[in-house]
């Protein structure tokens, strides 16, 4: 890893593949990853941010906060980067090899001893298809495995390490214990947040989390620089700051399968990497909801990713503070980005990465999206420009719900007025496809106009969305018209503003 070129960036515009040693020497000059894998690409930024932490003195938990914020400061104003000789000597402490007998990067060589059976290249790559599932979109199979290339085995190991699934794998015997049952990797199903900056090299100070901690009696560990494996029969040690909480929490062991001149992965072991309960911490690139009508165990959980979920309805979450918002919690990265240089801060854009996934097996998809600068708007810089922003999002939220529920019910009257009818409704899936597309134009607009009121302008783009959705089938149905003037009404129905009967106000037409 730290000689072959394994991580694509883009340097002033152009993708390069570089090896581990040239991307922090050469951080500064890095404008972003390239990684065409973004679960990878996710995994690898908190790797990065681990190393950044060591390479800079920023893993000090002796600092204070002052010290902390004045240290990051003064490196961020430093041109050349990381120090090259500290970048040289922490290299030189362990082992980057994906294929050492010993100590391969993050695998566990002693499965090869503890499973009776190898899962395959197929299994390690998100996309493959593997064991007997069908090959919808990829022609990959196990009974002829292509090998895959050694960055992309790199790309798969790391993302299978966050987000890697819950289900039956290899069976792994460590002493008395025998079991063929993973858990869920600890990004599954989840939708990140990280800073993005100028550079590489400002990225990752800007994405460090300050310490927390009120000190810590365990060493803080990234997989790699322990003298052995994690033993899966042992609890992990406690997470107390970056190494520990961005790189050591994964469920999963693996470890490749070289061909035999070492060019690429043939075969690959994974299976379960401790069967103990999940380590208590919170990721700094996720935003928390909170829940207080459940047990304190299962209060506080990560926001899920949804494909179908555009990423500007996530902006008030990323943007208003905690005490804003007691419910929801913005990364905590975003907590310390008000001490960044304001040249920085006001040109900090963020990557989102998004892995649609079930709790098991099942990966629908993985979407990216990059914000506009942003960070001037939030609650801290700007309280009235953050306020808008969620109360015009709730009031788009407030609005396609509403869309559902009247569409769905003019569906009922249009198709089966005396009885229910089974699965969902045709109208509402197709007005809230039309409506989202909409209500991000809308929402925009009214950033720039904010003495125009929000839930109006949303309820017109409802209608001009349902009356799109009902267009092709309007005709064909002679209880439609009647069943959409009364969903359109109910749409103009304000709910905070009750009209009396003898208003006389008449519904507006379809």
């Known amino acids: 890893m730290t000689e072959q070129p394994c991580i694509p960036v883009r340097v002033h515009g152009r993708h390069e593949a570089l090896s581990l040693r040239e991307v922090l020497l050469r951080a500064h000059e890095i404008e972003d990853l390239a990684v065409p894998v973004p679960p990878a690409q996710s995994g690898l930024l908190r790797v990065l941010a681990a190393i950044a932490a060591r390479l800079t003195g920023l893993d000090d938990p002796e600092l204070s906060a002052r010290q902390w914020t004045a240290r990051r400061r003064a490196l961020l104003q430093e041109p050349a980067g990381f120090d090259p000789l500290r970048v040289e000597d922490y290299l030189s402490r362990y082992v980057w090899d994906l294929f050492d007998t010993v100590r391969p990067w993050w695998q566990d060589p002693a499965l090869t001893a503890q499973c009776t059976k190898r899962a395959g290249a197929n299994k390690v790559a998100f996309g493959r298809p593997s064991g007997h599932n069908l090959a919808w979109l990829s022609a990959h199979r196990d009974s002829a495995p292509v090998p895959l290339p050694c960055d992309e085995a790199l790309w798969h190991l790391v993302a299978q390490h966050y987000y890697g699934a819950a289900s039956r794998c290899s069976t792994r015997t460590v002493g008395e214990l025998s079991s063929a049952d993973g858990t869920a990797g600890p990004l599954r199903s989840t939708v ?33 620089e322990q003298d052995a494996p994690p033993d899966p029969l042992r609890p992990a040690e406690p997470v107390t700051w970056l190494g520990g909480l961005l790189t050591g929490r994964s469920r999963h062991a693996l470890l490749l399968v070289p061909t035999p001149d070492g060019s690429a992965v043939a075969d690959a072991y994974l299976t379960w990497g ?106 801290d810089n700007d309280p009235a420009a953050a306020r808008r922003m969620a109360s015009c999002r709730q009031e788009a939220e407030q609005v396609a719900a509403l869309l559902t529920k009247v569409a769905g019910q003019a569906w009922r009257q249009t198709t089966s007025p005396s009885g229910r009818i089974r699965g969902g409704s045709a109208w509402a899936r197709t007005a809230r496809a039309h409506y989202w597309p909409r209500a991000q134009t809308t929402f925009w607009r009214l950033q720039d106009d904010r003495e125009a009121e929000a839930r109006p302008a949303f309820v017109r783009d409802a209608v001009a969305a349902l009356r799109q959705a009902t267009a092709p089938t309007l005709r064909q149905h002679r209880r439609a018209g009647p069943a959409l003037a009364r969903a359109v009404a109910a749409l103009h129905t304000d709910p905070n503003r009750t009209t009396s009967r003898s208003s006389g106000r008449k519904a507006p037409r379809a």
């Open 192 to 224: 990140s947040f990280h800073p993005l900056a100028a550079t590489l090299y400002e990225s990752l100070l800007a994405g460090l989390p300050k310490y927390l901690g009120d000190g810590q009696d365990t060493p803080d560990r990234c997989p790699w």
């Open 274 to 379: 401790t069967q103990h309960p999940r380590l208590e911490a919170t990721d700094p690139y996720l935003v928390i909801h909170t829940d207080t009508s459940k047990d304190a165990e299962q209060r506080r959980s990560p926001r899920q990713a949804d494909a179908d979920r555009a990423v500007w309805r996530e902006l008030d979450a990323l943007l208003l503070a905690g005490d804003e918002s007691p419910t929801v919690q913005r990364p905590q990265v975003f907590d310390t980005l008000n001490d960044l240089p304001e040249p920085l801060r006001s040109t900090l854009r963020v990557w989102v990465c998004g892995f649609d996934q079930d709790g098991k097996t099942r990966n629908r998809t993985w979407y990216t999206a990059l914000t506009p600068p942003v960070w001037t708007w939030a609650q």
